[in-house]
């Protein structure tokens, strides 16, 4: 198996889709092995998207990041990385309207900014950015 993080943003918990949204991680077979609710800061935000951080819209995806609460999970199943980036859709929740309605950026985003969930892109970010939240996963 293999283990991906993920994040419920905070438009995602504010628009109370946090049930949701789990109900159908738990459906596609994922295993929710760690949940935290937290408030991120600016340096935390800053470090997490830190390959962001020379394009335009950095500034504003820290703002957005640290507007509210947001749910840290870290998620397991067989080829969990990719089969979770498929189940939130694409990075542009507006097209993801169009292209993945069943999608669950197409069912609780806005735009290209506002996609209320990430989810890591490869093994070496899961990697890093489990251990980066949860301390006592990162050996593994
Ligand atoms: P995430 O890393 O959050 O899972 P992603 O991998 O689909 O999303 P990235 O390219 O890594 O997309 O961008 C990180 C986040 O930055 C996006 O989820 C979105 O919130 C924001 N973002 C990306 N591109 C833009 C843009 N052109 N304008 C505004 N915000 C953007
Ligand atoms: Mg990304």
């Known amino acids: 198996t293999e283990k991906t993080f993920a994040i419920i943003k905070p438009d995602g918990l504010l628009g109370n889709y946090t049930d949701d949204i789990k109900r159908t991680i738990v459906e596609y077979g994922f295993r929710i092995l760690k949940e935290k609710i937290v408030q991120l800061d600016e340096g935390t935000v800053k470090s997490f998207y830190?390959?962001?951080?020379?394009?335009?819209?950095?500034?504003?995806?820290?703002?957005?990041?640290?507007?509210?609460?947001?749910?840290?999970?870290?998620?397991?199943?067989?080829?969990?990385?990719?089969?979770?980036?498929?189940?939130?859709?694409?990075?542009?929740?507006?097209?993801?309207?169009?292209?993945?309605?069943?999608?669950?950026?197409?069912?609780?985003?806005?735009?290209?900014?506002?996609?209320?969930v990430h989810g890591s892109d490869s093994p070496k970010s899961a990697q890093r950015e489990i251990s980066f939240f949860f301390k006592e996963l990162s050996a593994e």
């Open 50 to 116: 830190a390959e962001h951080s020379s394009k335009s819209f950095f500034s504003s995806l820290i703002k957005y990041m640290t507007s509210g609460p947001v749910l840290i999970m870290v998620l397991e199943k067989d080829n969990a990385i990719a089969d979770w980036r498929a189940l939130m859709g694409p990075t542009d929740a507006s097209k993801a309207k169009i292209t993945h309605p069943h999608s669950i950026r197409a069912k609780c985003g806005l735009d290209m900014e506002k996609n209320c």
